[in-house]
Every structure is written in structure tokens, then in C-alpha cells.
């Protein structure tokens, strides 16, 4: 924890560099001596992009009794929605704009600064639950508890073994060295058909699991080899075209 407070030291913008790895729990995954560098961890969830509760101004927002709140799918920051103006009935409007994931990470570290109480939720997509109990189960968790699992958090899903791809260049870029990625998303579909593709020609089948963002964060913490720096995390979120869609009302 001596290299977090460094970091928090050193500015805002050495700050965002480690909020991954401090959000989702360090306690010591670095300590490894051939552990990835805080920020080679970071950089697996540089794309990942969340929806979370703003002001009118765009500031990133805490809600009343709950904190704040990263939705992994508009159809999650939705349901939350409906939900919370029920409970809101004062309230006619509730905002969402997209995030990177290490900037809210960033955001609610600082807020904790001054609020040690301040809580923090991570919302699935509905639409992914019934794929992430299934694959737990495989995983060999007891149905109800992966039915609570999948409900509590985002799941990250993965081919085991690890799907490598490396782009075939292309015109004038024909010889060019291409960066191979070991691609993870957050979305069943995705996923299963790259592994269906996979499996056409693969000498042992491919499955997918499903690994939460601390176990995400412990793998890339731990490991030191080419599948670990080449992992890239699909954004469940598309990033905003142009500032003008940064800031929009729920449904």
C-alpha cells in the first residue's frame, strides 16, 4: 500500500494509473515479484466503458442510501432508474453519461478522501445473467449462489484456453508487425462465437468462463507473459460519439 500512496501523492494524473487495481481490492497482488505493473494492469480496462449517475452539470454523482453506481448496459442504468424514482418521487430526472471504468474508479477514491463511508455498486446487464449463472455452475458453483453472484456484479468472460489473434495486415501495411490480443468481453454472444470459430479447427475444445473483475485484476496482477499484456477487455458501453451524447436521462 506504500506505492498507492505514492501514486495518490504524486497528482491527479498518476492517480487514475492505479484505480483498477486499488478499487477491486489489491491486498498484496502486487507483492509477486513477476507481477504486471500497476499500470499493464490498468491497461486491460483503459477501453472498458460504464454508465453512471451525473448531475445536470455532468459531475459524476453519489445517490442517497446507495453511493455510486457504475451500470454495465443501458438496460441495467434503465431498470435502476424506474426503480429509483420510486423511491425518488421528487426527483423527475435521473441522468447517466459514460465513464471510463478507471475514471470512476478514480472519482469514487477521491470521493472516499472525504468520505470514508461512501459506498460503491458495480450493475450488470440484465441481458447477460442467465449466461453468467449457466457458466458458473460449469464452474462448479452451487445454483443459487451463482444465480446471486450473477446478479451482484459484472462478469468478465474468457475462452479457456486463452483465444490469441494477431490481424493480418493488409496493402501497404503488408509486413508490418501486428499486436496479437487475447480478447475477453463482457458479453455472452461475443464471445460464443468466437469460440464457436475457434473450435472449427482447435485440436482441444474451447469453453468459456466467466471471472469476476477482482479475479480479472488478480490474473493480470500475477502473471508476467504475453497473454496477460495482450488481454483486451471489450467495452460493454460504446464510447460517446461526440460530447453532446456524454450526458443523456434515463428511460
Known amino acids: 500500500m506504500n506505492c498507492l500512496a505514492a501514486r495518490f501523492a504524486s497528482g491527479r494524473a498518476a ?65 435502476f432508474a424506474r426503480n429509483w424514482r420510486q423511491r425518488q418521487p421528487g426527483e423527475a ?3 447517466v453519461a459514460p465513464l ?42 452451487q445454483p443459487e449462489r451463482a444465480r ?3 446478479r451482484q456484479q459484472p462478469y468478465v468472460l474468457c475462452p479457456d484456453p486463452l483465444v490469441r489473434i494477431t490481424p493480418t495486415a493488409q496493402g501497404a501495411d503488408r509486413g508490418a508487425s501486428s499486436r496479437t490480443v487475447v480478447p475477453c468481453a463482457f458479453s455472452f454472444t461475443t464471445m460464443a462465437l468466437l469460440v464457436n470459430q475457434s473450435n472449427v479447427s482447435a485440436k482441444r475444445p474451447t469453453v468459456l468462463k466467466a471471472y469476476s473483475l477482482d479475479e480479472m485484476v488478480r490474473f493480470l496482477s ?18 460517446p460519439a461526440s460530447p453532446a451524447q456524454a450526458a443523456s436521462p434515463s428511460d
Open 93 to 95: 430526472e435521473f441522468r
Open 148 to 150: 446471486t453472484l450473477a
Open 222 to 239: 500475477s502473471e508476467n507473459g504475453e497473454d496477460a499484456r495482450n488481454l483486451v477487455i471489450t467495452s460493454p458501453i460504446p464510447r
Open 100 to 141: 471510463a471504468l478507471t475514471t470512476f474508479e478514480a472519482a469514487y477514491l477521491a470521493a472516499r478522501q472525504k468520505d470514508e463511508a461512501l459506498q460503491r455498486a458495480y450493475l450488470p446487464d440484465p441481458a447477460q445473467i442467465p449466461a453468467v449463472v449457466g457458466l458458473l455452475q460449469q464452474q462448479g458453483v
Open 15 to 79: 492517480f487514475g494509473s492505479l484505480v483498477i487495481a486499488a478499487g477491486f481490492g489489491a491486498g498484496g497482488l502486487f507483492s509477486a515479484a513477476r507481477a504486471l505493473p500497476p499500470e499493464q494492469v490498468d491497461q486491460a480496462f483503459a477501453t472498458v466503458t460504464v454508465l453512471t449517475p451525473v448531475t445536470a452539470a455532468g459531475e459524476v454523482r453519489a445517490l442517497k442510501d446507495v453511493g455510486m453506481v457504475a451500470f454495465f448496459s443501458p438496460l441495467a442504468a434503465d431498470l
